[in-house]
């Protein structure tokens, strides 16, 4: 089944603590985004990767780091978490911008 | 960057008549405009999508208009059913591999 899985889900944890969320897809695809969503904000991009070793900022990437080292894999690298990174995340694939985004099924980000 | 906008942000239908959202974007680029729904919890999935070459996009209940010149592109839902209550997005692309997002409109089906 073609999927984009995403772990933890949940995450409650303290201010400064590293964090890692993963992001993982089986269908071969070059492309790869993380999206932040908060209440009235809609779906604000974090970064994207056009495909192996390429990376770049989005909107908002301040306070968030990426790695994209095999085609299948990009972590979302919360190095000192903050209150205000305390969000909905999901991560997306497709073979390209102009087609269709699959997204994973989200993950629950709660920094105290 | 690009800036897309929704309108409205809420929107209220009696089951049966039709919804229409509407969205803007600013850059004249764009040439591929997405639109997905998100259930409540659950993950925003597509439900259509139109590129810049074609002005309209028909998959059942649901249909998407282009207008270039405007700058605006439109989802339309006939006949609704409360299963089509939900957050939905418009998206646009800009520069040769950005995807903006809107902030998203809330429809509720009245039953």
């Known amino acids: 089944e073609a999927q984009v899985t995403q772990n933890p889900r949940y995450l409650i944890t303290v201010t400064g603590k590293k964090l890692t969320v993963t992001c993982s897809q089986n269908m071969n695809h070059e492309y790869m985004s993380w999206y932040r969503q908060d209440p009235g904000l809609g779906l604000r991009q974090i970064y994207y990767?056009?495909?192996?070793?390429?990376?770049d900022k989005g909107d908002v990437p301040e306070g968030y780091k990426v790695s994209r080292k095999e085609k299948r894999n990009f972590p979302l690298i919360l190095e000192s978490p903050s209150p205000n990174q305390t969000s909905l995340y999901f991560c997306?694939?497709?073979?390209?911008?102009?087609?269709?985004?699959?997204f994973g099924d989200g993950t629950r980000l709660s920094i105290l | 960057g690009e800036n897309v906008e929704q309108h409205p942000s809420t929107l209220s239908v009696q089951e049966g008549d039709s919804a229409v959202i509407k969205c803007t974007y600013s850059d004249s680029a764009s040439n591929y405009f997405p639109w997905y729904k998100q259930e409540l919890g659950k993950r925003p999935q597509l439900i259509i999508d139109?590129?810049?070459?074609?002005g309209e996009k028909k998959d059942q209940r649901i249909a998407v208009t282009l207008n270039k010149t405007a700058k605006h592109f439109s989802l339309h839902i006939t006949e609704t059913q409360p299963e089509d209550s939900a957050v939905y997005f418009c998206a646009a692309t800009y520069g040769n591999n950005r995807l903006a997002f809107g902030k998203g409109n809330q429809v509720v089906v009245i039953p």
């Open positions: 139109i590129r810049s070459n074609v």
């Open positions: 997306a694939s497709s073979s390209r911008p102009s087609q269709p985004q699959h």
């Open positions: 990767s056009m495909n192996v070793e390429v990376t």
